[in-house]
């Protein structure tokens, strides 16, 4: 079988694969339920700052403080008057922002990282196995105390932070699914064709144990904004007066003994994001391993 | 078997000396050290002096190999701020960690192994529909939020539980525990029931149950045993997160854990007592890792064939990654 | 200014609750039952010569807990890491100082120190005679040694180690301490619980834990110590002088503080330190409960650092000065009991004006007029302590009040040993900062926030004439000479706005109602040892 004709009908089964399984997912009620959550928050993320005045979200009226949520202030306001609802509303830029960018970078070291293990084995393999042991036994709060500080609390570096902890989650996950295809035929094949290994990890090895890569980042982008807002709940977050679900929540709870609700609205808000980014997650997983399917 | 155990100790050494070398560097990049914190209203000479004690005038590594040398002899070292061996300090702590982890991996194996059980058994039913809604929520909790809204509502509201520390016994341990257990519940649930339909689905359990053996006998006898691997594999994985402390939840909960310890530590600065509880746990973690491991060749037979032989063994895979810190 | 300062008194005088008195049973009901009434005085308030009439036939509970904010590190007076006002409570039971500051008369009284005079006009040689019939809790008698042992022993106090010079030790109970430099509050700084006298041989023999060892009326139990968490302590039955009615006592820790109400409610501990604002009615509706809400001298304010960037320009420190609505910033962070600060100074300390020349108060008007002459340079970046809400708080609302008269304020969030480190005299790397301060009862500890070099100066404020100021201030016994002193150092940072005052906190214990003997103390410096819950 020549390269040509082989890339040629992968592509061809790439395409169908994908239909396929957007015709399983569709199927899913869960999953769909979630993927219609999730488009509606990126759409408000995304357009929030054409519609909403920055006034609603940081303007502060202490006249105003601590009010339980009405028919004016749907989710009540905070300790300097501020609207709690808009903040609420407007915190989704940077909790989705976070869980993307954080999940992209742990994705960016992780994968290859894992492949490079996964594929060669042995010294290499027992290395990057152990650097990655090291790596997670560093609790992520120090993480992001020694990231924030050298670089500075911003939020990138909050994603950073979160993205570099979840890393040896990504090695582990590919490894193990290197090692699953990397003795398939068609690896041998390229092998014995002469083909570079980085070439045969990108071209042949990767794309075939993509499936799991996929489930657990979208599994890992919902886990992501939760430790994200965790990072955040401990001190380490996002600067004032960005109203991230984190920095919400613990500026919430001081006044969580009289003021619950503070706490409760960006609570439930970061739950329903990350049940939503669980659901697609479970339900593209039934959809790419039909063997999987419960 | 042995000659596995050892190789698993044996590769503690060169993750210790990583994973310590690691925490010093990143506590030397970190603004401010110990000195500053406890040197509040000292002279520029008297910091000098203690900064030179504490060895802060030489560079991060020299400190490293001073730390390396008392570990060599079994020395945790001290702490700069409680002035107490750290070894003393982790034991301090380790008893209220462990009830902890102990306590929310009890609760979950309670609940979510009879409830994934069913869920599989009854594939498709409302038990099934609604453990598995239940469980993903449970996944999508951010855990400190959980605790507060459970203090708010047991503690505030009600009035019937604690919703600090440990001095309360038992009762004190419900918040908390159930607190970290949710994540685990909720993933056991999901893991327990995912493993027994790949079972149940099995060949030799439709020949048993075409040789007539009762139903109920087919899911005690044959699948759940069967089906323990991925399971153990998630218990002694969440375990392992549970006793490094559960930071934020210790936090919430005012619980004098390790993790707390650790935190503590962190902002504190001080580098002995964050080293000497890092390593303290990555060894707790591969004692549970092993007596897993052991565990898993009483469950199956196979694999005690296989550390026997001492091949290169391949660890079953985690079924997925637990709930977040 | 003068009304603050007497509020401040008058309610020194209206909390400061003496000895287990014979108030009991019924009063407490009677009181309990009032304390929906907030302010009202405390059963425990009954204030009765200590020891007298019936006490002896009274019950109290053995056993009792205390809750604190933050954690204990440190058990040894003269430790390295005590600087928090937090352990002094603790060495308030433990140890004794030399004198005791009484917070009622504002005068200092005998303690270990029998009489105590100046041998000279500059206040440099300060004569004292000691009791003879003080033991330590291992059984060793007090001496001079131990005095002098004790001063030369601490390094870590700038207020000491500016001033003392070396001890000399005249016969068992007699000694001379010699100054450097002369300072009249001295014997006012001695009066602290860090300068508690430790026994010399005790520390010899053990250096990590012999300085736990003190004259006080409690003995600290090493076994019962969980670093960071719980101290155990017990009565001291061969204290020389009240022996307390409790016979245990445990100090534990618990940071959040709905934790800690909720764990006083359920009588797990009897006496919590600082409630949140917003839970000191609820509080106050628990008839188990007695709250007290009093003003301390705790002084919030808002630093520059005017060695080095934008903080240089006296007109945007200014404009900032201006731009502060101090009302809005002390109702955002809820602290109900404080009173906003227009000095930059100590509200307990005798020197204390607001007659300025240019009165600041907040005005846009001004501030913009302020901001006009900067020359566009209007950024300022602020740094914040990440480990306290209210900083968080706080720097929000400057953040918002500041972009009302076109200043912005970026924010940047470190935690409390980033803020330490990088805040040093030496090498601060802040723009400006917000921050507070314990200020003591005497006018000589404001020293500490103008000094070259010390790194309570968090402004780094290098200006000559208030060091000669200050230098002249504290070797100086005319009252009316100091008053000038003193009073011209808060004309020129009015003037200057190195350190922008804001606000003097207030705070709030809660504690089991019944429970007697609190004394309270604004400067934070508590004494706990003679707490008891009648049965």
């Known amino acids: 079988m020549s390269t040509e004709t082989m890339s040629v009908s992968r592509k061809y089964r790439k395409r169908s694969k994908l239909g396929e399984i957007w015709h399983h997912l569709k199927k899913n009620k869960g999953a769909m339920t979630g993927l219609g959550i999730l488009i509606v928050m990126f759409a408000v993320a995304l357009t929030i700052d054409f519609w909403l005045d920055m006034e609603k979200v940081i303007g502060q009226n202490i006249s105003q403080k601590l009010q339980a949520p009405n028919s004016l202030h749907w989710f009540g306001t905070d300790e300097m008057g501020r609207d709690m609802f808009w903040r609420v509303v407007y915190g989704s830029r940077y909790s989705l922002a976070i869980g993307f960018v954080a999940v992209m970078v742990s994705l960016a070291v992780g994968v290859p990282l894992g492949a490079v293990a996964g594929y060669y084995g042995g010294k290499v393999e027992g290395l990057i196995m152990r650097i990655t042991d090291i790596f997670s036994a560093i609790p992520s709060i120090l993480m992001g105390v020694v990231i924030v500080s050298i670089l500075g609390s911003s939020t990138f570096n909050l994603m950073l932070a979160v993205g570099i902890s979840s890393v040896p989650n990504f090695v582990r996950i590919t490894r193990a699914a290197v090692l699953t295809v990397k003795n398939e035929e068609y690896v041998e094949a390229a092998r014995a064709l002469g083909k570079t290994d980085l070439y045969i990890i990108f071209r042949h090895i990767l794309p075939n144990c993509l499936s799991p890569i996929i489930v657990q980042t979208t599994l890992r982008v919902a886990s992501a904004i939760v430790s994200a807002s965790s990072l955040s709940f401990l001190g380490l977050g996002i600067k004032p007066p960005s109203p991230e679900w984190g920095a919400l929540l613990t500026a919430g709870k001081t006044y969580i003994r009289g003021y619950s609700y503070l706490c409760l609205f960006p609570g439930l808000a970061i739950m329903i994001t990350v049940l939503a980014f669980n659901m697609v997650g479970d339900g593209l997983r039934d959809a790419m391993d039909p063997k999987l399917k419960r | 078997m042995h000659k596995y155990i050892i190789k698993r100790i044996l590769m503690l050494i060169p993750v210790t000396i990583g994973v310590s070398l690691l925490v010093f560097v990143m506590l030397d990049l970190a603004p401010g050290t110990v000195v500053d914190i406890i040197g509040g209203e000292m002279t520029t000479e008297e910091i000098a002096e203690l900064n030179h004690e504490l060895g802060y005038d030489r560079s991060v590594f020299y400190r490293y190999f001073i730390y390396m040398k008392g570990l060599l002899h079994g020395d945790l070292g001290t702490s700069y701020i409680y002035k107490v061996d750290v070894w003393k300090l982790y034991m301090q702590r380790l008893p209220a960690t462990l009830q902890l982890a102990g306590a929310s991996v009890f609760l979950a194996i309670v609940l979510s192994i009879p409830l994934g059980i069913k869920a599989a058994t009854k594939h498709g039913g409302v038990t099934d529909n609604l453990s598995m809604v239940a469980a993903l929520l449970g996944l999508s909790m951010p855990n400190f939020w959980l605790g507060m809204m459970l203090i708010v509502l047991f503690s505030n509201q009600l009035g019937w539980l604690p919703s600090y520390g440990a001095t309360d016994g038992f009762k004190s341990l419900i918040l908390p525990a159930f607190t970290i257990g949710t994540g685990l519940m909720a993933t056991l649930t999901r893991t327990t029931r995912s493993s027994m339909l790949d079972v149940l689905r099995a060949d030799y359990l439709r020949t048993a149950r075409s040789k007539g053996v009762p139903e109920k006998k087919v899911v005690k006898k044959h699948a759940l045993k069967n089906a323990l691997i991925p399971i153990i594999t998630i218990i002694g994985t969440q375990l392992g997160n549970a006793v490094g402390g559960a930071v934020v939840t210790e936090n919430v909960f005012a619980w004098p854990g390790v993790g707390r310890l650790i935190i503590d530590a962190i902002n504190q600065r001080d580098t002995n007592t964050v080293t000497g509880c890092i390593i303290m746990t990555t060894v707790m973690i591969c004692i549970i890792q092993v007596v897993v491991d052991v565990v898993y060749a009483f469950v199956d037979p196979r694999l005690r064939a296989q550390y026997a032989s001492a091949k290169t063994r391949k660890k079953p895979e985690k079924v997925q990654g637990g709930a977040a810190a | ?535």
């Open chain 3, 1 to 535: 200014m003068k009304r603050s300062l007497s509020v401040v008194l008058a309610a020194l005088l209206a909390v400061s609750l003496a000895g287990c008195g014979k108030s009991g049973g019924s009063d407490a009901t009677t009181a309990a039952a009032g304390g929906a009434q907030p302010g009202t005085e405390a059963a425990a308030a009954g204030s009765e010569a200590a020891g007298a009439g019936d006490s002896s036939e009274k019950n109290y509970r053995e056993h009792l807990t205390i809750a604190f904010e933050s954690q204990i590190t440190e058990m040894d007076p003269q430790g390295n890491g005590n600087a928090n006002e937090i352990h002094a409570k603790l060495f308030s039971m433990t140890h004794d100082t030399l004198f005791k500051y009484n917070v009622e008369t504002g005068e200092l009284e005998p303690n270990l120190a029998t009489e105590w005079d100046w041998l000279d006009d500059a206040c440099t040689k300060l004569h004292v005679k000691l009791r003879d019939d003080v033991t330590f809790q291992n059984g060793n008698p007090l001496t001079a040694e131990d005095v002098a042992f004790t001063l030369d022993r601490v390094s870590s106090d700038t207020q000491i180690t500016n001033y003392y010079d070396h001890t000399e030790v005249q016969g068992d109970h007699e000694l001379t301490i010699v100054l450097k430099t002369g300072n009249v509050d001295f014997v006012y700084i001695l009066s602290r619980p860090f300068d508690s006298i430790v026994n010399k041989a005790a520390v010899e023999a053990d250096p990590d834990f012999g300085a736990t060892i003190g004259t006080g009326a409690w003995i600290n139990d090493l076994d019962g110590y969980v670093a960071g968490d719980t101290i155990e302590l017990k009565r001291n039955d061969n204290y020389w002088g009240e022996v307390p009615k409790t016979k245990s006592i445990t100090l534990v820790y618990i940071a959040n503080s709905s934790s800690r109400l909720m764990a006083l409610e359920s009588d797990e501990v009897q006496l919590i330190y600082k409630l949140a604002s917003t839970e000191i009615d609820m509080a106050k509706g628990n008839s188990k409960i007695e709250v007290k809400e009093f003003p301390t001298t705790r002084l919030y304010y808002f630093a520059f650092n005017t060695a080095a960037g934008p903080g240089t320009d006296v007109n945007l420190r200014k404009a900032v000065a201006y731009a502060i609505n101090k009302e809005d910033l002390i109702a955002a962070v809820g602290d109900t009991g404080a009173m906003v600060a227009e000095s930059f100074y100590g509200s307990a300390m005798a020197y204390l004006t607001t007659e300025f020349d240019e009165k600041i108060t907040y005005d846009v008007e001004k501030a913009k007029e302020y901001v006009a002459k900067c020359g566009g340079n209007t950024s300022l970046k602020l740094m914040a302590n990440t480990g306290d809400g209210i900083f968080k708080t706080m720097s929000e609302v400057l953040q918002e009040q500041f972009r009302q008269v076109g200043i912005t304020l970026e924010i940047e969030e470190v935690d409390s040993a980033g803020i330490s480190a990088n805040t040093k005299y030496a090498s601060a790397t802040h723009e400006s900062m917000i921050y507070s301060i314990g200020t003591n009862t005497w006018d000589s500890d404001m020293g500490r926030l103008f000094s070259v070099g010390t790194n309570s100066n968090k402004a780094i404020v290098d200006d000559s004439r208030i060091s000669e100021l200050l230098i002249e201030g504290s070797a100086c016994v005319d009252p009316e000479q100091r008053a000038s002193y003193y009073k011209e150092i808060q004309a020129i940072n009015n003037d200057q706005c190195y350190y922008v005052p804001l606000y003097y906190s207030s705070t709030t214990i809660a504690y089991t109602a019944g429970l007697e003997g609190i004394v309270i103390n604004p400067t934070g410096y508590f004494d706990y040892s003679h707490i008891c819950l009648p049965e």
